[in-house]
T-cell receptor, first 114, second 117 residues
Framework: EPEVTQTPSHQVTQMGQEVILRCVPISNHLYFYWYRQILGQKVEFLVSFYNNEISEKSEIFDDQFSVERPDGSNFTLKIRSTKLEDSAMYFC????????????FGQGTRLTVV | AQTVTQSQPEMSVQEAETVTLSCTYDTSENNYYLFWYKQPPSRQMILVIRQEAYKQQNATENRFSVNFQKAAKSFSLKISDSQLGDTAMYFCAFSLNSGGSNYKLTFGKGTLLTVNP
């Protein structure tokens, strides 16, 4: 069964450093997302990506964040200058053409900022 | 804006028993989807069951079923014959049925379910 793959599974970085989280969505899906889950809290929407551009972003997704789909398959989330409060689980997800199937999530990247 | 409320932070059930997790939501829209996701200790998000708002029939997936009450904006999850592997955090989620909404998910805060042997 196709699945969403995220790398790395765990990343530790120093405050102020740039990090890139990587995702390979399911190949025939059209909508791509990043969600964040701070430990013990609910899952929050960060950004959606459709037709090779950002289609919506939340207030969390400020200028420190960016997303790219550089080669038509990989989907990346970059945090330019990490802060302690960026420590969280980051999930990539994708949806097929119609959203009713529900988003399929990757296994997540645990980001720890020290 | 849509909101999802899960009023039970934690629940427990004995193995083989039945448990119901509650979820309510608020929206002014009429066309949407509802989901239950399971998050085991590995923290992966696993889709358990989905419901289309225009369908009156409650969705069922093996031991998992929902009670969808559209007028009451209620969407509860029933787990029958609970198994130890059902121990997880369960999230209720909402998505508008509209490409303009990007089908993004709005989650509740979750219910931690523990199945006891």
């Amino acid at each position: 069964e196709p699945e969403v793959t995220q790398t790395p599974s765990h990343q530790v970085t120093q405050m102020g450093q740039e990090v890139i989280l990587r995702c390979v969505p399911i190949s025939n899906h059209l909508y791509f997302y990043w969600y964040r889950q701070i430990l013990g809290q609910k899952v929050e929407f960060l950004v959606s990506f459709y037709n090779n551009e950002i289609s919506e972003k939340s207030e969390i997704f400020d200028d420190q964040f960016s997303v790219e789909r550089p080669d038509g398959s990989n989907f990346t989330l970059k945090i330019r200058s990490t802060k302690l409060e960026d420590s969280a689980m980051y999930f990539c997800a994708s949806n097929p053409r119609t959203g009713g199937a529900g988003a399929f999530f990757g296994q997540g990247t645990r980001l720890t900022v020290v | 804006a849509q909101t999802v409320t899960q009023s039970q932070p934690e629940m427990s059930v004995q193995e083989a028993e039945t448990v119901t997790l509650s979820c309510t939501y608020d929206t002014s829209e009429n066309n949407y989807y509802l989901f239950w996701y399971k998050q085991p200790p590995s923290r992966q998000m696993i889709l358990v069951i989905r419901q289309e708002a225009y369908k009156q029939q409650n969705a069922t997936e093996n031991r998992f079923s929902v009670n969808f009450q559209k007028a009451a904006k209620s969407f509860s999850l029933k787990i029958s014959d609970s198994q130890l592997g059902d121990t997880a955090m369960y999230f209720c989620a909402f998505s508008l049925n509209s490409g303009g909404s990007n089908y993004k998910l709005t989650f509740g805060k979750g219910t931690l379910l523990t199945v006891n042997p």
